[in-house]
């Protein structure tokens, strides 16, 4: 059961290089999200989509842009790295709206930024 | 604005001690409570939820009620495992506002001592 895959699981990036964070869910689930994991910050949202062709920003949607042209797939992209962006980043998936289904996460992506 | 608040960690405990981790919230409309774990190197996974007022979740010998009335969710077992060792969140979504979203708390980091 493949669940939530996330790719790559570690990346070192270099100030002002950009790349992207892919996210593939093979549970057909309308909702994708993309968080990030700080120490002592809990996860705060960066964006999310509520099907295919949607996106729509979350708490700390700065310097990152995502795109979701197929339903399976969530992309997460940072266009010019800034250290500040080091952290974990999570994705998430859910059938439905997460009031009544519970979001299904991938095992995350380590990124360091120097 | 919807928020969650849990007891900062880490808490550190004996094997089969008795466990609590305090949460409460702030929400505009009808939320919906969730408790998560994080096990070491992985993404979170549901823990246990619950929907509306006096319901109370339980899973893995955890258990955790919905009080309205002190708006409340305190995660609870009776007898913790050195494998319960890990970062618990927990996270509402506001069902009354049809929010896409979960709120999640900063996470209580609980470490079981053998």
């Known amino acids: 059961n493949a669940g939530v895959t996330q790719t790559p699981k570690f990346r070192v990036l270099k100030t002002g290089q950009s790349m992207t964070l892919l996210c593939a869910q093979d549970m057909n689930h309308e909702y994708m999200y993309w968080y990030r994991q700080d120490p002592g910050m809990g996860l705060r949202l960066i964006h999310y989509?509520?099907?295919?062709?949607?996106?729509a920003k979350g708490e700390v949607p700065d310097g990152y842009n995502v795109s979701r042209l197929k339903k399976q797939n969530f992309l997460l992209g940072l266009e010019s790295a800034a250290p500040s962006q080091t952290s974990v980043y999570f994705c998430?998936?859910?059938?439905?709206?997460?009031?009544?289904?519970?979001?299904?996460f991938g095992d995350g992506t380590r990124l360091s930024i120097l | 604005g919807n928020s969650v608040t849990q007891m900062e960690g880490p808490v550190t405990l004996s094997e089969e001690a008795f466990l609590t981790i305090n949460c409460t919230y702030t929400?505009?409309?009808?939320?919906?409570l969730f408790w998560y774990v994080q096990y070491p190197g992985e993404g979170l996974q549901l823990l246990l939820k619950a929907t509306k007022a006096d319901d109370k979740g339980s899973n893995k010998g955890f258990e955790a009620t919905y009080r309205k009335e002190t708006t409340s969710f305190h995660l609870e077992k009776g007898s913790v495992q050195v494998s319960d060792s890990a970062v618990y969140f927990c996270?509402?979504?506001?069902?009354?506002?049809?929010?896409?979203?979960?709120?999640f708390g900063k996470g209580t980091r609980l470490h079981i001592l053998p």
């Open positions: 989509s509520v099907g295919e062709g949607t996106t």
């Open positions: 996270a509402l979504s506001d069902r009354g506002n049809r929010d896409d979203k979960i709120i």
């Open positions: 929400a505009t409309g009808y939320p919906s």
């Open positions: 998430a998936s859910s059938k439905r709206a997460p009031s009544n289904q519970p979001q299904h």
